[in-house]
T-cell receptor
Framework: GAGVSQSPRYKVTKRGQDVALRCDPISGHVSLYWYRQALGQGPEFLTYFNYEAQQDKSGLPNDRFSAERPEGSISTLTIQRTEQRDSAMYRC????????????FGPGTRLTVT | LAKTTQPISMDSYEGQEVNITCSHNNIATNDYITWYQQFPSQGPRFIIQGYKTKVTNEVASLFIPADRKSSTLSLPRVSLSDTAVYYCLVGDRESGGSYIPTFGRGTSLIVHP
């Protein structure tokens, strides 16, 4: 079956613009996670959802970052008024939820803010 | 929040067994230990998960001592394609609480011919 997909794969935007990153999880997966990964570092947790409920957003860097998953499937991570320091790889992962945290990661969106 | 410590890098040769140890001194009673593998330009891929003693699958083995303050990922007979970054995570299974995966910097394994 299809894995986790993310779009766009690459996004170049000018400082101050808003961007929306999309994640389409594996069908039926309950949990959806967003991460940010800098070069040479591990993925940094941003937020996660169970179904449509945002369970934890403690990793969001500031109030310019927000995420939603309105119907418990596709999720959007929105960054408002982008800054150069927001440039990174943004990764999404989904899991069945429940007892085993086997997460399936998407290919990521490479965001570059100029 | 339980934290983990792993070696930054390791080197090995094809055909050898590689053991990567992760320290997690503050592991909680309900925490499980999960390992992921990440190749360049790809997202992490789940390898194995365990709670205590030994777990084995087609890819690797995971050894967890009785005190659970560390764990060792064992990769048998590595090949060049095992060159990757390996992450150890510790956290509670989802049992109504919030689980925040913490990847850290991982261990960069380089397998030489």
């Amino acid at each position: 079956g299809a894995g986790v997909s993310q779009s766009p794969r690459y996004k170049v935007t000018k400082r101050g613009q808003d961007v929306a990153l999309r994640c389409d999880p594996i069908s039926g997966h309950v949990s959806l996670y967003w991460y940010r990964q800098a070069l040479g570092q591990g993925p940094e947790f941003l937020t996660y959802f169970n179904y449509e409920a945002q369970q934890d957003k403690s990793g969001l860097p500031n109030d310019r970052f927000s995420a939603e998953r309105p119907e418990g499937s596709i999720s959007t991570l929105t960054i408002q008024r982008t800054e150069q320091r927001d440039s990174a790889m943004y990764r999404c992962a989904s899991s069945r939820g429940g007892e085993i945290h086997e997460q399936y990661f998407g290919p990521g969106t490479r965001l570059t803010v100029t | 929040l339980a934290k983990t410590t792993q070696p930054i890098s390791m080197d090995s040769y094809e055909g050898q067994e590689v053991n990567i140890t992760c320290s997690h001194n503050n592991i909680a009673t309900n925490d499980y230990i999960t390992w992921y593998q990440q190749f360049p330009s790809q997202g992490p891929r789940f390898i194995i998960q365990g709670y205590k003693t030994k777990v084995t699958n087609e890819v690797a083995s995971l050894f967890i001592p009785a005190d659970r303050k560390s764990s060792t990922l064992s990769l048998p007979r590595v090949s060049l394609s095992d060159t990757a970054v390996y992450y150890c995570l510790v956290g509670d299974r989802e049992s109504g609480g919030s689980y925040i995966p913490t990847f850290g910097r991982g261990t960069s394994l380089i397998v030489h011919p």
